[in-house]
T-cell receptor, first 112, second 112 residues
């Protein structure tokens, strides 16, 4: 069964460094999302992406964040200058047309 | 303000019994509602989706109901097994890009 994949599974970085989290959505899906989950808290929406542009973003998704779909398969989330509070699990999700979103296994980001 | 609440943080039941989890929301009018399962350190796994015009949906031992008047969904697991132990998340479709807004989850523990 097709699935969303994410790399790396774990990332440790120093505060102020740039990180790029990678996702390969399900191949025929059209809508792409990033969510995050701080330890012990709920899953929160960051950004949605469709037709090569951002369709919606949350207040969390400030100028430090950016997303890109550089080719037909990858979908990336870049954090330009990481802060301690960016430490969280980051989940990529995709969907075909309407309704069900399928999530990847996540990248655990730790900012020191 | 908009809120999604899941009835309890944790629910302990005995194997073979039916687990019932509640999701209540305010100030939303979702076109559909989804239930996900999340294991520790993993991404949410889609279980069931129910649309606003549907009262009930079933899949194997799972059943979900959706009452848009009460703004409530109930999620049932019948004949529960220890393998059903996980956190269950309620998620509403919200916004123009159909982003998901999640509840805080209910941690289900099924004991022998």
């Amino acid at each position: 069964e097709p699935e969303v994949t994410q790399t790396p599974s774990h990332q440790v970085t120093q505060m102020g460094q740039e990180v790029i989290l990678r996702c390969v959505p399900i191949s025929n899906h059209l809508y792409f999302y990033w969510y995050r989950q701080i330890l012990g808290q709920k899953v929160e929406f960051l950004v949605s992406f469709y037709n090569n542009e951002i369709s919606e973003k949350s207040e969390i998704f400030d100028d430090q964040f950016s997303v890109e779909r550089p080719d037909g398969s990858n979908f990336t989330l870049k954090i330009r200058s990481t802060k301690l509070e960016d430490s969280a699990m980051y989940f990529c999700a995709s969907r075909l047309d309407f309704e069900t979103q399928y999530f990847g296994p996540g990248t655990r980001l730790l900012v020191l | 303000s908009q809120k999604i609440e899941q009835n309890s943080e944790a629910l302990n039941i005995q194997e073979g019994k039916t687990a019932t989890l509640t999701c209540n929301y305010t100030n939303y009018s979702p076109a559909y509602l989804q239930w996900y399962r999340q294991d520790p350190g993993r991404g949410p796994v889609f279980l069931l989706l129910i649309r606003e015009n549907e009262k009930e949906k079933r899949k194997e031992r799972l059943k979900v109901t959706f009452d848009t008047t009460l703004k409530q969904s109930l999620f049932h697991i019948t004949a529960s097994q220890p393998a059903d132990s996980a956190t269950y998340l309620c998620a509403l479709e919200t916004g123009t890009a159909s982003k998901l807004t999640f509840g805080t989850g209910t941690r289900l523990q099924v004991t022998l």
